[in-house]
């Protein structure tokens, strides 16, 4: 049985910050989260949608780190997924989507057994029906980062934040439900992140995590609030730093681990990453990450 499997679009990002020219990286979750957790020597299968203009060279990188691309998807009806993010001098970063792919099918989804299935969507790729054929596998560990039903576009491809109809009566479906503190408040128009997680835990999911940037995590755990600070760093962007936090929580989890610890081990892994740790050396640091982790573990509070 392998270790991760994550459901979601590869993307291409078009990146602006302040101090640099606009650059095209490699973006989305099976990035992201797909070479941090094969920095832990996971094996990690890709279940996505690309389209004809995703360059080979790009494809070769998932291969060149050892990651399984066979469920990836080529299409010739459509573009790959695309976002321009664009971070200002102060304030918060602008996601303009210049190019969607085709939704991910159920029959599309691989038929062997996952120890954990990551869903995390960017634009609109997994139906109803794709949800429901990953939510039926109950011998996996179900994690979901609902990113991508907590926005929609305007006509010119600028994001807002809106939660999908139904997505709400879909968390408890997933063991671990991580989302931003400002998605957690899109999805149960709630005027504070404390009160969307114990909306939460009322809708029945068990471990609610909500990311905080520089303030730190929020976690809902069996109807308890832990407030976990981060660690201390200076970061130029923190696109993808959502996505690498799972790639370092779930190691731990599939060990069976304590999760106050795995959460503990995800915010120090994630510091690493926004120093300029490339993904794929962040599991290997692990010195280093059990050493900021031990300090953050020891500043939790419950709440």
């Known amino acids: 049985m392998k270790d991760l499997l994550i459901v979601s679009h590869i993307s291409l990002d078009y990146i602006t910050t302040p101090a640099s020219h606009q650059m095209r ?29 995703f360059p080979e060279e790009y494809m070769q990188e998932f291969k060149r780190a050892g990651l399984d ?17 664009i971070y200002p001098e102060k304030g918060e970063r602008s996601l303009i989507v210049t190019g969607t792919c085709l939704p991910i099918k159920p029959e599309e989804l691989p038929e062997e057994q996952f120890k954990c299935i990551h869903v995390s969507p ?30 929609s576009f305007s006509y010119d491809g600028i994001a807002y ?35 969307a997680l114990e909306a939460s835990w009322r809708k029945g ?6 990311t905080r940037g520089s303030r730190g995590v929020y976690a809902m755990i069996e109807g308890s609030l832990y407030d976990i600070p981060a660690f ?21 989890l599939i060990k069976g681990e304590d999760v106050l610890w795995a959460i503990s081990l995800a915010c120090a892994g994630t510091s690493l990453f926004l120093e300029g740790i490339p993904l794929l050396q962040i599991g290997q640091m692990e010195n280093s990450m059990e050493e900021r982790a031990r300090k953050i573990h020891n500043s939790i509070k419950r709440l």
């Open 232 to 252: 201390p760093v200076e970061a130029q962007h923190t696109t993808g730093a959502g996505d690498v936090f799972v790639g370092c929580l779930v190691p731990s």
């Open 122 to 151: 960017i634009c609109s790729e997994l139906p109803k029906a794709t949800m429901d054929a990953i939510t039926s596998r109950r011998g996996s560990l179900l994690i979901l980062d609902p990113q991508g039903f907590t926005r």
């Open 25 to 53: 990286v490699l973006g989305g979750p099976p990035y992201y989260t797909g070479f941090t957790a094969r920095s832990f020597n996971l094996e990690v299968s890709i279940a996505s949608k690309i389209g004809k203009d």
């Open 69 to 85: 691309v066979k469920y990836v998807k080529k299409t010739l009806l459509a573009g790959t997924t695309s976002y321009w993010i």
């Open 205 to 210: 999911v068990s471990c609610a995590i909500a």
């Open 161 to 195: 934040s809106m939660a999908w109809g139904g997505i709400v009566e879909e968390l408890s479906k997933f063991h671990v439900v991580k989302a931003s503190e400002a998605e957690w408040l899109t999805l149960f128009s709630c005027s504070s992140v404390r009160e």
